[in-house]
């Protein structure tokens, strides 16, 4: 019956833990920590074309006017590249729109980016697409949403996005090849309809590496080439994307393989959502079922094993199994898949000093039932025997008892049941 209540109240803490997050840093720990040590390896034809620290020195600071922009669009297409994609925001108009138009006209494929703002206190949310014009010379569009968690770190993000219904994917997978299928569910919200924010398909990302890990081409490299033989071998063919990279432009995301490099450029993130799926290598959330499942069944069976085993083997076999839900996440990490697991370890680590004190408990209740026992005993020996002086020596009785007080913790009965 003692067993039967412990694993309900384990399985109840596994619930409970998993739907409250009571341990979400624990389980950000680990995820970070498998996903350090397993980057894939940056695409070869992902090259980002970067306005950066030497860029900004030479044609001054950011937003650059519009016609300097649509040059280095003309110099980037002049390169023949397979894809752009522009990771720069161009919702209001200015009066030197055209040459950014007649530029983004020249692209083959041109991708885009849009952003979902928030209005007010009630968090109502617009779409802010490119201007009329330049929305025109688009192929594609694509939101760039970083989801940011508690701990400021940007593991991932939701590939479809939208005011009312997420019909948006995101920048990265509107750029991706056709054929491509990243991992889909059903795109409906609980959220009502109207200005708020939809979002569905959330993944984690499996990085190539820490900042600079892509091929990246200064912008004023590409608008001043010193080599142009070089040049267009970086970019011919390739998918490029366009984005800030300078330090003080501030599109900067912390992600699990930032390190003394520091944060990623926002256009960096991109370049590593744009690699996952590709390359097939983004993380699947599995859902909190699986997680409630796999902790209720580590627990019984730890449940189980516990009262059968000797105090020296019960601390051995708590740490087996406490370590086992952390190598079931590794493993599932490795393949695609992440599951959290830090409640069911901490479930079955508390199993441990619980089982612990109802073995002491049992084993002293024992004692007590046997020194009990021994004072009838005396007390009928002292009344049969006529002899009020003759007694039994309880003080050698209790310290033999207290000899065997190891070997009683296993020879009672474990389960009042």
């Not at 994307?241 to 490099?261: C, E, H, I, Q, Y």
Request: proline share 6%; aromatic share 8%.
């Amino acid at each position: 019956m003692e067993s039967l209540l412990l694993l309900v109240l384990a399985g109840i803490f596994v619930a409970a833990g998993h739907h409250f997050q009571w341990f979400a840093g624990f389980d950000r720990l680990l995820y970070d920590a498998g996903i350090q040590r397993m980057t894939i390896e940056p695409d070869k034809n992902i090259v980002i074309v970067g306005i950066d620290d030497k860029s900004l020195h030479a044609y001054g600071p950011w937003p650059w006017p519009r016609p300097v922009q649509a040059e280095l669009l003309l110099a980037i297409n002049a390169q023949q590249p397979a894809k752009v994609a522009v990771d720069i925001i161009y919702a209001g108009t200015s009066p030197n729109d055209l040459p950014l138009v007649a530029a983004a006209s020249q692209i083959d494929q041109l991708t885009l980016p849009m952003m979902i703002e928030s209005l007010g206190a009630r968090q109502q949310h617009i779409e802010v697409l490119p201007f009329a014009g330049l929305l025109s010379q688009a192929d594609q569009l694509g939101h760039v949403h970083v989801e940011l968690e508690e701990d400021a770190i940007a593991r991932g993000t939701y590939l479809y996005q939208g005011v009312g219904t997420p019909h948006w994917p995101h920048l990265a997978l509107a750029l991706a090849d056709a054929n491509t299928h990243p991992p889909t569910e059903d795109c409906n919200t609980p959220q009502p309809r109207g200005l708020f924010l939809a979002k569905c398909n959330y993944v984690g990302i499996k990085f190539a590496g820490e900042s600079g890990t892509f091929s990246q081409v200064s912008a004023l490299d590409v608008l001043q080439p010193t080599d142009k033989v070089l040049l267009a071998q970086a970019l011919m063919g390739k998918t490029v994307l366009v984005g800030l990279t300078a330090s003080g432009a501030g599109d900067w995301v912390t992600s699990p393989v930032s390190s003394d490099s520091g944060p990623l450029a926002g256009v960096e993130f991109n370049a590593n959502l744009l690699n996952s799926i590709i390359h097939n290598k983004l993380v699947v959330p599995l859902s909190g079922s699986w997680a409630i499942f796999l902790g209720l069944l580590l627990v019984s069976t730890c449940s189980f094993l516990l009262p059968r085993l000797k105090p020296k083997q019960v601390l051995l076999a708590t740490v087996t199994f406490a370590l086992i839900p952390i190598v079931i996440s590794a493993g599932l990490l490795s393949q695609g898949f992440s599951l959290a697991c830090a409640a069911t370890t901490v479930a079955v680590l508390l199993l441990y000093p619980l089982w612990s004190w109802r073995r002491h408990e049992i084993a002293w209740q024992f004692i007590n039932r046997e020194l009990t026992r021994i004072d009838d005993e005396d007390q009928l020996w002292r009344e049969r025997s006529g002899n009020a002086n003759t007694t039994l020596d309880k003080n050698d009785v209790i310290s033999a008892l207290n000899q065997l007080f190891d070997r009683t913790v296993t020879a009672v009965p474990q389960d009042n049941g």
